[in-house]
Structure formats: C-alpha cells, structure tokens
C-alpha cells in the first residue's frame, strides 16, 4: 500500500489533478494517458498502478492502448480489460446527430448476437458512453494477408480454407449474407482463422443494394448492378481468396467496376478456362474442380457453402493445393 | 432455382430455434388491446407513405419489436406512451431492413408532428436496444408466412434473379 501512496503522490505531479476524477475526466484522461504512454517510460512502468486506480473507480473497464484502424463508421481500438487483464478490440461507433444509432451499428450487433461459432468473432459485450456506442471483441492481431506473408505449410492452409467455408456455412445457414468478405476481415490467430466486421451484412431479402464487397472481391452479378443476388456473392467473394491463399496474390486487381469486369471476363473463358492458364498448372485437379466451381460467373451454377464443404477436396486427406510431383 | 431451395430448409429450424413468443406482451402494461390494433393500423398507414423506400418486412419488424419491448421492459406503460414506442420501433425497423431508410427528421416532423424531439426518439432507441439487448433479428410473422407459403407451393419468394451469362 505505502509504494501505491508513494507511485500517487508521483502522478499527481506528473499530470496535476489527475487523480480527482469525475466520470467526464476519465475519459479525457484516457486520452492523455495513452499519448504520454509512447513516450514516458516511468509512466509505463507504473502503469498498473493506473489501471488499480481505474478499476476502483466504477463504469471504467477497458483503457485504450492503440489505435488499430479506421473506417467510415469509427475507430477500432486496442485496449486492456482492467478487471481481466485480457486484451481486447474496441470498435467505437460514431453516433451521428441526426440518425441516432447508425443502421451499420445495429445490424451489425443483432447479427452478431445469433452468431456463436468458433471461427466467427465473439462480441462480447456492447456498450453506450458519452452517446457513443462501442463493441467489445476479442483481439487478434494478424489477418490473412499478413499470415500469407510467411511461409505456411499446406496442411495449414488446407485447414484455413475448409474452417473459413466452415463459418461462412453457418451464416449462411442463419440466412444472413456477409456480404464483405475480403482477406482483411479474416483474421488468424494459431492457424485459426476467424470472420469479423459484420457491418455490410444483413438478413436476406429481396431487395438489395449492389454497392457491397471490396471491389476485387466483388461477384460479377453486383458489378452488373443487381439489385436481387443472394448468397452466391459470398461464394465468389470465397473463390477469390481461396485462389488468393494459394497464388499468394490477389486475383483480380481492378482499378474500376469496368476493369474488374473485363478482368473477370479474360479469366474466365469458357468452361475450359484453367487449362489454358499456366499459373493453374502446379495446382491439384480437385483444388481446381473446388475453384472452378466458386468461379462460375452464373450466381445459380455456383456451389453452395455446404456442397462446398462436401466438396471431395476436402474428403481426400491427400489432397493439397499444390501437386507434389 | 436450387440456391433458395437448399437455404429455405436450412432456415426452417432456425425458425424453430430463434423464435420468441409475444402473445402475451400486454400483460404487465397497462395498455390496451384496443390501442395496440390502433398503434399497427396506424403504423400501416405511416409506412405506407414511404412505401418506394420501405418493404412489407419493415412493417412486421416494428411491430415485433414493438411487441418484444413491451413483454421485456420492466417499467410498465400507459396508453400515452404508446405513440413514441411505436414511432421508435418503426425507426429501428426501417433501419435494419432499408436500403435508405427513412431519416429521423421525418420521423419527427411528418410523423409525430413534432410531439416528440428527436433527443427524445434517440432516448427511447437507446432504451429499447439496451432492454431487448440488440436482440431484434429474430424471426417476425413474415417470415413464418413466407416459411409456410414455401411449403405450400415450393416457391421461393425471389424468382427474379438475372441470368447475366452472355
């Protein structure tokens, strides 16, 4: 107790008035804290000491670390679980004035409260601040780009594809479509992959905007401006980066909704059209059945998740990617 | 068209499984069975204003959400409040099935007449969603009759998918 006085009375000349708090001042304290912490060494050395006095005081629970990414509906955080000590993402809505809790906000917690799945993001609690709204989700600091950047034997990547396909199964099942599904929302923790950012998806229904995927992995029938694709688009979004684990590049890098098109178009010609592609010709023939299956450009001859995870590549332990001869 | 058909029999046991009974959601209020069958009339008159923007989904959203928060909420309300309940479910509807959903300053204006201020509508969002804990996508009445119409006629309900092979 005597060092905790001591370690006080230093902050209270470090940051004068720190310690007098009213629930405003934490948070604009927090603010503070995590500037100082990047340049302050003895600050973070008594950084526990901080996060004792914080987790007396009531209503604070998480302190922020880092800033992780942005986007147009907020800031994603790294912060500490001061009563668990366990570190999690804070994705911080911004509530506009005018529209009250955004409609991305809300879709994407209600879809998430159905979805319990081991490889899909857990959200663990969601809570209202200052009129602003944030998740809390477990941590993980690697997605699929960054993992494919090492060498990674094909048991694991095998692994990774059948358990991505093994969540988008279950989402599907829910009748909810992803409808963003892109390497950086695939994170991998442990060779483990797990789905996040539900904020473009929705429950199915008739009548949909088109506008919806990161444009590489967009589906042919959105870039034809459909108002009415169903789950298919997702199966394309998944063809795209299942070829994209194992050519180690993006497949298709269209500068526009016309390039992409015409880039999908010189691809996919007939229905021969691996064949004729050197970069094809290392690979398995059944990884080649399962890809050109997901690459169909018609939405309704395209496999659906579950006849994908049936898929024989998947059957056969011995089948990898790449052929070993 | 093979892909509804398979996902239609995914979602009948998820039908089963999510689906939450609101028989009884005027049991500890103290409003009236009479008002409530107003409320929805009322609520089918409002939204059929907008009705190039909003589908017969956003309806049945509302009123389950409604329903949802009246059986869950723990203080029990009268007849008066009624009105910006149901304004607040019809707000939190429209934004979860629209693709442009219809702006709180119509809601406050066109809608309510300016009886209630828009504080006063995102006060009550906030309520609903922290009572019903965000849990609002649960199966409504719709999706039970586009279940049963399924199985009567072995339609599914979006024949219009193009064929863009060409």
């Known amino acids: 107790m005597n060092s905790i006085i001591q ?4 902050l209270r000349i ?10 405003k001042q934490i948070y604009d304290y927090q603010f503070e ?7 302050s060494q003895i600050l973070y050395q008594i950084k526990d000491i901080i996060y004792y006095y914080m987790s007396v005081l009531e209503n604070v629970r998480y302190i922020k670390i880092q800033k992780i990414g942005e986007g147009a509906y907020g800031i994603i955080y790294k912060a500490q679980d001061v009563q668990t000590q366990e570190i999690v993402a804070l994705k911080k809505f911004k509530l506009s004035d005018y529209e009250g809790v955004p409609s991305c906000a809300l879709r994407e917690i209600s879809i998430l409260k159905q979805l319990n799945h081991p490889n899909i993001i857990k959200l663990i609690s969601q809570i209202i601040i200052n009129k602003k709204l944030h998740l809390v989700m477990n941590y993980y600091d690697k997605d699929l780009t960054e993992y494919l ?11 990774i594809i059948y358990k991505i396909l093994l969540a988008v199964e ?4 829910r009748k909810i479509i992803h ?5 950086n929302n695939i994170l991998v923790k442990n060779n483990e992959p797990v789905i996040i950012d539900f904020g473009l998806s929705r429950v199915f229904s008739p009548n949909l905007t088109p506008g919806v995927t990161q444009l590489w992995y967009r589906a042919p029938e959105l870039l034809q401006n459909c108002h009415s694709y169903d789950y298919a688009i997702d199966m394309w979004s998944l063809g795209c980066i299942i070829l994209e684990i ?4 993006p497949l298709f890098m269209g500068q526009s909704e016309i390039h992409q098109l015409l880039l999908i178009k010189n691809l996919i010609d007939g229905d021969e059209w691996f064949k004729q592609n050197s970069q094809f010709a290392k690979f398995n023939n059944l990884f080649i059945d399962l890809i050109n299956k997901l690459l169909q450009i018609d939405p309704t001859k395209r496999i659906t998740s579950k006849q994908a995870i049936q898929h024989p590549f998947f059957q056969d332990q011995f089948a990898f990617i790449y052929n070993n001869e | 068209q093979q892909y509804s058909q ?9 039908l089963i499984n999510e689906n939450v009974y609101l028989g009884n959601c005027l049991l500890h209020q103290k409003i009236s069975q009479s008002l409530r069958a107003k409320m929805i009339d009322w609520m089918i008159e409002v939204l059929g204003n907008y009705s190039e923007t909003t589908s017969d989904a956003t309806f049945f959203r509302s009123v389950s959400i409604m329903d949802y928060y009246l059986q869950k909420s723990i203080t029990s309300y009268s007849d008066n409040h009624l009105h910006l309940i149901g304004i607040t479910s019809m707000f939190i509807a429209t934004k979860i099935e629209d693709i442009y959903h219809i702006p709180l300053s119509d809601f406050v204006t066109r809608v309510s007449h300016n009886k209630y201020t828009a504080s006063k509508i995102k006060a009550m969002e906030q309520s609903i969603l922290e009572t019903l804990n965000f849990e609002i996508t649960f199966p409504t009445t719709l999706d039970f009759l586009h279940n049963i119409f399924y199985q009567c006629f072995s339609l599914n309900d979006n024949p219009n998918i193009q064929n863009i092979l060409e």
């Not at chain 1, 990674?152 to 095998?158: T, V």
């Open chain 1, 7 to 10: 370690y006080q009375l230093y």
């Open chain 1, 170 to 173: 279950f989402i599907h099942s």
């Open chain 1, 246 to 249: 194992a050519l180690n590049k």
């Open chain 1, 14 to 23: 470090e940051n004068d008035g720190v310690f007098i708090l009213s629930n």
């Open chain 1, 179 to 183: 409808r963003d599904l892109q390497p």
């Open chain 1, 149 to 159: 950047k090492f060498y990674h034997e094909e048991f694991h990547l095998k692994n």
């Open chain 2, 6 to 14: 398979y996902y239609h029999q995914e979602f009948q046991q998820s």
């Open chain 1, 33 to 39: 804290y995590n500037r100082i912490i990047c340049d």
